[in-house]
């Protein structure tokens, strides 16, 4: 069952990326070093990383029931991040979320994280994961907010390309089971 591209929320709408939005990506939040400090992929450097992004949002599209998700504002359309799903198995998949630096502290990335939960729910996950770097508080508390469960420490476990360390982080390993509900 694929998930629907567009969804609404109280306050965003959420969209499969197209083509047209790529300079927006680079230029909202893909680019900033301040907002892609705790993200897992490299800060975007140029149109063509953003061009890569797409390719994989397509590809994860075409392979499972959702991939990348923009969030827009529903009042005044413009763009203020991403969320998804990243599919491992057809009941597994693991989320995350990043929002321009002027979208923050409005409680965008906990309603997204709702919408996540709903539309994994819908297309028969059963565990929604998510990692989360142990410094990164508010990060934490969203997916705390979202109702996630702390399962424990994984020790170096991810690198984060931003941070200028070579070596794996540990993170948080959180999961929100979908199941029993
Ligand atoms: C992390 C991020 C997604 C949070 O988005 P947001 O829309 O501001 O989050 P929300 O407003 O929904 O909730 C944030 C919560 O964290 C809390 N918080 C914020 N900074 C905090 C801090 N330093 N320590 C503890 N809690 C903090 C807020 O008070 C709020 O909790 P509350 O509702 O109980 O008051 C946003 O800052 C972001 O995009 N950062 C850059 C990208 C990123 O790091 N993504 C996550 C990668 S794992």
Not at 43 to 49: E, G, N, Q, V, Y
Not at 111 to 139: D, K, N, P, W, Y
Request: aromatic share 10%.
């Amino acid at each position: 069952m694929k998930a629907p591209e567009r969804i609404e929320t109280t306050r965003l709408v959420l969209q499969r990326p197209v083509e047209s939005d790529l300079e927006a990506i680079f230029s909202r939040y893909a680019s900033d070093p301040d907002v892609t400090r705790f993200v897992s992929w490299p800060r975007h450097t140029s149109l063509d990383d953003t061009r890569a992004f797409f390719a994989f949002s397509e590809g994860e599209w075409n392979r499972w029931p959702a991939g990348p998700y923009l969030i827009r504002s529903r009042d005044s359309g413009m763009l203020l991040g991403s969320t998804g799903l990243a599919f491992e198995t057809p009941v597994r998949a693991s989320t995350g979320y990043v929002l321009a630096a002027d979208a923050w502290g409005k409680g965008f990335a906990t309603e997204s994280l709702q919408a996540m939960i709903e539309i994994a729910r819908a297309v028969g996950v059963v565990g929604l994961h998510a990692l989360c770097h142990t410094e990164h508080r508010a990060s934490c508390r969203v997916l705390e907010k979202g109702g996630f469960l702390r399962e424990g420490i994984l020790n170096r476990h991810t690198i984060f390309p931003n941070l200028g360390v070579k070596e794996p982080c540990d993170v948080f390993h959180y999961v929100r089971s979908l199941c029993d509900e």
